[in-house]
């Protein structure tokens, strides 16, 4: 199954905290990486007093159920010291299951397409990046989304 994540950091070196996690996902039996976008800086969105994120999105082929991959995300958050403390609150370490095959998975704990996914630029741009043709389910043409959300704040890194 092709699956797209999109991971997040704005604490404790955050560029070293994504490349960490780029790392401990490949070298997850049953994941290998397919595509890996650029990174991007944006202030937090919906928070305030928190330092800028820096976000990324990966694409993998898997073998695992949505299930057993978001376990495998969340034990790798936990390894690189994510402290869950308010909601929205910063973090070292942010990974979200966006898009799973053409899916589409309304479960309390995995929704997906992931919620953010139709409105945040620091999610389409990344994804625009490394899959500009894919077609998102629910919410259509990537392209279509890109076009239509702001990305005055976004700022591409590298
Ligand atoms: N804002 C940005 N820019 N990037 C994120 O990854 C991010 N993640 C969050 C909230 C707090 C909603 N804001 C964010 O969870």
Request: glycine residues 6%; charged residues 20%.
């Amino acid at each position: 199954m092709r699956v797209y994540l999109g991971l997040g950091s704005n604490l404790d070196a955050p560029i070293e905290q994504l490349r960490a996690a780029r790392l401990a996902i490949s070298n997850v039996d049953g994941i290998s990486e397919i595509a890996f976008s650029s990174f991007y800086q944006s202030p937090p969105m919906d928070a305030k007093n928190q330092p800028d994120y820096i976000n990324a999105v990966m694409a993998i082929e898997t073998n695992l159920s949505p299930f057993e991959l978001l376990a495998t995300t969340q034990a790798i958050e936990n390894e690189q010291g994510r402290i869950r403390t308010e909601r929205w609150g910063a973090r070292t370490l942010d990974i979200d299951i966006l898009l799973f095959g053409n899916e589409i998975l309304n479960f309390p704990d995995l929704v997906i397409p992931h919620y953010g996914i139709s409105e945040r630029a620091f999610v389409l741009c990344p994804l625009f990046e490394i899959s500009p043709d894919l077609i998102i389910p629910k919410y259509g043409k990537l392209a279509d989304l890109v076009a239509r959300c702001s990305l005055d704040n976004l700022r591409k890194c590298n």
